[in-house]
């Protein structure tokens, strides 16, 4: 499902950040530089390693054409690069010269946010380089930046443990203890979690710190409705203070990395440990998912960089078995049309789906019409056969016709027959499911309901997997179970079992 496809093992000293662009990583270090790496085969360009910073380099990021790199150190400087030839392209220095720890981009380039040990903020306009707005938290050093898919307003995270949230007027919209023991590092997912109400958006914000947690957190801010922010959750699994926490490039993965020199792999909707990962050393500290693919870097205190890579087919079966798809097909998103595809063994169809935006909607409406001349799946050769049939070779060339035409049809009724049975789900799932028959975890109906020591019931193999994966707190109330003994709710399956007899009629 996951494997290291390369380690780079070039810096002197730690490795502090990695970044991903569209066809390049970058790297920085303890050692005074940033690295900047070819993503076709991990090579190091002409121009690397990009040298000016006199102390240590914190952090490093792509402006989101992935033209130009910034870096930021504890010389109180962030300087903005030319990923093609590795000029330097300006130097701006911390208004009050404190060591610079975070830098990060507005999703629309126009601003690049950098903060420093002594609470200060600035927002520099990228283009002219000039310093447009600055402000400060009370207390800490900010050592953690990351703004919101819109662009809307960016949050920062400070070595006293508060995340802060500003407009891009920099203007304070909520501050919150967040981590006890300061925090380290927060990324918003890139995929909204939903719609809401009125065209509200709520996105998934994570954070990590030296509490030893990974918390998420679900976001949302408009001019109408104002600012909110909601703790959801807590992750577990690390032992030690979490360094650095990143979402993938779908919003359907997140990645940890500890002091205790683990990464940690979880899918985002179940909350579940996918991979851990323990072939760094020393500290992990640093981890990045790269755009629209499945590469993963993390970096270490132990001086390099290890690449990752999954495979998608096993991902996608793996997140459809822990329940990954949303209950209702018609909410699916271009992302759980494809990872069903791929659990129903058509992979090679997630690209065209993907090319035609079919989503869960789109998916329900497909007719066997629409798979041959929208999507072109089916490419029938049928008529051309009264003009093939005149001689030995004709025949052998109607024999292999025969067959692509036949695979063809083959491919069309798998799809049409896997369509049909979602269909049917759908039906029998908008009758009203009564709360008490959906599993807390899956939120699908039980076939097995256990009871567990918080007095809830869910899901036998869901519950077993959440205990599984080092979660001894209580899906529901996140307290500690104060046992992981599960007891079958024979009472409650009879009750649904009742129930489907009634409404498969």
């Not at 579940?272 to 072939?279: A, E, G, P, W, Y």
Request: hydrophobic fraction near 35%.
């Amino acid at each position: 499902m996951v494997k290291l496809i390369h380690t780079l093992a070039d810096h002197s000293d730690d490795v502090n950040c990695c970044a991903f662009s569209f066809s390049l990583l970058a790297t920085c270090s303890l050692d005074k530089t940033i690295r900047l790496y070819s993503l076709s085969d991990f090579t190091e360009l002409p121009h690397s390693p990009l040298k000016f910073h006199t102390y240590a380099v914190h952090c490093c990021c792509f402006s989101p054409s992935g033209h130009i790199l910034a870096s930021c150190s504890t010389d109180g400087t962030t300087v903005l690069w030319n990923t093609e030839n590795g000029q330097t392209l300006a130097v701006m220095e911390q208004p009050s010269g404190s060591p610079v720890r975070v830098c990060q981009f507005s999703p629309d380039s126009t601003c690049l946010a950098s903060g420093a040990a002594d609470g200060t903020v600035v927002l520099w306009n990228a283009q002219s380089y000039k310093l447009y707005r600055c402000g400060s938290v009370k207390d800490g050093s900010l050592v953690a930046c990351a703004f919101s898919p819109n662009g809307s307003f960016f949050v920062t995270g400070s070595s006293c443990g508060d995340l802060t949230v500003w407009d891009d007027k920099m203007r304070c919209l909520h501050s919150e203890k967040a981590h006890d023991f300061g925090i380290t590092c927060c990324n918003f997912s890139s995929q909204p979690v939903s719609g809401g109400e009125q065209g509200l958006q709520f996105f998934r914000l994570a954070s990590c710190g030296q509490d030893c947690q990974v918390k998420i957190w679900v976001v949302s801010f408009t001019h109408i409705f104002g600012f909110e922010l909601k703790y959801k959750s807590m992750l577990s699994g690390h032992c030690a203070p979490v360094l650095a926490c990143a979402f993938s490039h779908d919003g359907q993965m997140l990645v940890s990395g500890s002091v205790d020199k683990s990464v940690i792999v979880y899918d985002t909707n179940t909350e579940n440990i996918l991979h851990t990962l323990t072939q760094h050393t020393r500290y992990v500290t640093a981890c990045a998912f790269a755009p629209h693919t499945l590469l993963l870097a993390t970096g270490s205190m132990d001086k390099t960089v290890n690449i990752w890579q999954f495979d998608l087919e096993t991902l996608c079966q793996a997140r459809s078995s822990e329940g990954h798809l949303k209950q209702f097909t018609e909410d699916w998103s271009e992302e759980d049309v494809s990872t069903w595809l791929c659990a129903q063994g058509l992979k090679d169809l997630v690209g065209i789906f993907k090319k035609n935006n079919i989503d869960g909607k789109e998916l329900l409406n497909l007719t066997k019409e629409s798979l041959a001349d929208d999507l072109k799946i089916v490419l029938t050769c049928w008529t051309h056969w009264g003009l093939i049939c005149s001689g030995p070779s004709d025949v052998l060339l109607l024999s292999s016709t025969q067959m692509s035409t036949t695979e063809s049809l083959g491919l069309r009724s798998k799809v049409l027959r896997k369509i049909e049975e979602l269909r049917t789900r759908v039906k029998f799932l908008s009758s009203e499911i009564p709360d008490e028959f959906i599993c807390p975890i899956t939120r699908e109906l039980m076939k097995d309901p256990v009871i567990a020591s918080d007095g809830y019931s869910y899901e036998k193999e869901a519950m077993e997997n959440w205990i599984r994966t080092k979660k001894r707190t209580s899906p529901m109330t996140n307290l500690v179970l104060p046992s992981v003994v599960l007891t079958p709710n024979r009472t409650l399956k009879m009750a649904i079992n009742r129930w489907l007899e009634t409404h498969q009629k």
